[in-house]
Nanobody, 115 residues
Framework: QVQLVESGGGLVQPGGSLRLSCAAS????????MGWYRQAPGKQRDVVAL???????NYADSVKGRFTISRDNAKNTVYLQMNSLKPEDTAVYYC?????????WGQGTQVTVSS
């Protein structure tokens, strides 16, 4: 069983930056592909960015060129660097494996982009 705890969200102005972190328990973290997902009010949860165990990445079209996913297997942590934030990036952000496992969803971290 893996437990995932997201942090780093907050209120930021349009054009600003945030760095999200996802700390994972469990010694087998390094073998999992991981992803960041987000859910805006009234919308379904969508994938934002993915990273394989080997470090290959993939992004939703809406965040390409602005967001960067990375991982530190020694720290059992996956990150999401978010730059040039837009109001439409406002959502609760979650990390999970890729594909996501239902029992691994955490509380998420709220990101609000507003002036």
């Amino acid at each position: 069983q893996v437990q995932l705890v997201e942090s780093g969200g907050g209120l930021v102005q349009p054009g600003g930056s945030l760095r999200l972190s996802c700390a994972a328990s469990g010694s087998i973290f390094s073998i999992y592909a991981m992803g960041w997902y987000r859910q805006a009010p009234g919308k379904q949860r969508d994938v934002v960015a993915l990273i394989t165990a080997g470090g290959n990445t993939n992004y939703a079209d809406s965040v390409k060129g602005r967001f960067t996913i990375s991982r530190d297997n020694a720290k059992n942590t996956v990150y999401l660097q978010m730059n040039s934030l837009k109001p439409e990036d406002t959502a609760v952000y979650y990390c999970n494996t890729a594909p996501p496992r239902p029992g691994y969803w955490g509380q998420g971290t709220q990101v609000t982009v507003s002036s």
